[in-house]
């Protein structure tokens, strides 16, 4: 079934959703067909999270380069686009970062329409707190950094902020709050709802999207990649990428690389459903601790990495300590709300705390990683110029510093300046 676009943009109307509540709701189907592996693609994308399926839909769209497949091991969202905490912003400093995540802003406030489906993108408002006069002067040069990149931003002073946030702990003896940087059009948005809406949008232009369908081995020939040994059988592939995302290391040592990245667990909670309190979305800046509430109620937040290379989607209590300490240093009311879930996901880090998007020394076989926990924000941007590298060949323009030698060459982009250390990023 390919794409035909009266089908495509009356599927979810208002129209369609009052005649399938007449019948029942007997006639929707499947979002996207379950396709079976055919022996050879034009390209296959190896994972079927988010940025997968962002890189096959764009790629798609916009570069019609024959049969594409979507390779994934498990079912869709079952890695970290449907674990993450489902923060967006754009409120960067570096040139290298900047242009790359405005891009991914621009097409959140679009996405909705351009795969027609409801991923409840809320432009609430990011608020990063400042504890101390230094901390305010190293938000002024970001803010200043965004606003000359045309990115939106306001410092706020204290009272500006009491004004807009009432409940925070402004007089805590240690890490009292000073102000705040605030990117309004940050935000939010709902997490597994952006893989659906890419697989479905994929789907309808024609990409296959196979799932239960693990890659076990990549074949070369002649220094080229040629195809995947998977537990459903042999893909041939002319092209092949790889978006998998705490599973870089695994996948690229397939193909004999080593990559620089060590993966590691963070964690996320929810607390019970509460009456609307966290309007926006708000981070601690005396450690790491950042909180929004979802729609249904739940406060959800989150902290650091757990700090120790593993694979087990799960972490440790020590953690979760530090995480509800900061949480009740900065808003002691949620000391009060009941947690319900906590989980994992495993994060891809960089040394540097940005991502790879590039060639790999073998040759037709593109890399997509290193995302760390900053991933979810760039799911547009990230496949949009995967696409176009895998489709051109060459790097997108606002790609094109997450090179894959850059720790070999010193061109490091190093947000925070903090060093050759996962945890410090
Ligand atoms: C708790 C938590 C909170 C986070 N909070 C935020 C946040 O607020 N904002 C933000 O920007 N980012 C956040 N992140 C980071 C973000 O979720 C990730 O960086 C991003 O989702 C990674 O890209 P992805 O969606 O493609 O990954 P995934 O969804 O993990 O996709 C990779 C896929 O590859 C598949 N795969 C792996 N190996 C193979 C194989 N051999 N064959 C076939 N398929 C394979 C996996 O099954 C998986 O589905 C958070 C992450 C976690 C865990």
Redesign the pocket.
């Known amino acids: 079934m390919l794409f035909n676009s009266q089908e495509y943009f009356l599927r979810y109307s208002a129209f369609t959703i009052a005649t399938q509540a007449l019948r029942g709701h007997r006639g929707w189907q499947p979002a996207w067909r379950d396709a079976a592996p055919a022996p050879a693609y034009d390209v296959v994308i190896?994972?079927?999270?988010?940025?997968?399926l962002a890189t096959a839909f764009y790629l798609a769209k916009h570069h019609k380069p024959g049969r594409i497949a979507v390779?994934?091991?498990?079912w869709l969202?079952?890695?970290?686009?449907?674990?993450?905490?489902?923060?967006?912003r754009s409120n960067y400093l570096l040139p290298g970062n900047l242009p790359f995540y405005e891009l991914s802003m621009k097409l959140w406030e679009g996405l909705e329409q351009e795969v027609n489906y409801n991923a409840m993108v809320s432009q609430r408002g990011v608020y990063n707190l400042y504890h101390s006069d230094a901390q305010r002067d190293s938000y002024a040069r970001r803010g200043n950094a965004m606003r000359l990149h045309g990115i939106d931003a306001e410092l706020l002073d204290r009272d500006a902020l009491r004004q807009q946030i009432p409940y925070l702990a402004y007089d805590n003896a240690r890490f009292p709050i000073q102000g705040a940087l605030l990117q309004k059009r940050g935000g939010t948005v709902r997490?597994d709802a952006v893989?659906w809406g890419y697989a479905r949008a994929a789907d309808r232009l024609g990409v296959d999207i196979i799932q239960n369908?693990?890659?076990?081995a990549i074949r070369q020939e002649h220094g080229k990649a040629i195809g995947v040994e998977t537990t459903r059988g042999y893909i041939g592939a002319k092209k092949l990428g790889v978006?998998?995302?705490?599973?870089s290391s695994?996948?690229a040592a397939m193909a004999g690389l080593r990559l620089p990245i060590e993966s590691h667990a963070?964690?996320?909670f929810v607390s019970e459903a509460l009456k609307p309190l966290v309007h926006s979305v708000i981070t601690f800046g005396a450690g790491h601790f950042?909180i929004s509430q979802s729609d249904k109620g739940g406060l959800v937040f989150?902290g650091d990495i757990d700090g120790y290379n593993s694979y087990a989607a799960r972490g440790n209590l020590p953690t979760i300590e530090d995480v509800c300490e900061g949480g009740m240093a900065m808003l002691p009311a949620i000391g009060r709300a009941r947690l319900v879930r906590h989980?994992?996901?495993?994060?891809d880090m960089t040394m540097d705390g940005s991502p790879i998007i590039d060639k790999t020394p073998v040759e037709n076989l593109f890399l997509n990683a290193g995302?760390?926990?900053?991933?979810?924000?760039?799911?547009p941007a990230s496949g949009f110029c995967f696409a176009h590298l895998i489709a051109r060949g060459t790097p997108h323009d606002v790609a094109a510093a997450y090179r894959l030698d850059r720790f070999a060459e010193g061109k490091l982009i190093d947000e925070k300046g903090s060093g050759a250390q996962p945890n410090l990023h």
């Open positions: 190896i994972g079927g999270g988010g940025h997968g390779l994934e091991k498990g969202g079952n890695g970290s686009i449907g674990r993450n905490t489902t923060i967006i997490h893989a369908c693990e890659v076990t978006a998998v995302a705490g599973a695994l996948v963070l964690q996320a950042y989150g989980w994992g996901g495993i994060m995302w760390c926990y900053g991933g979810f924000k760039a799911t």
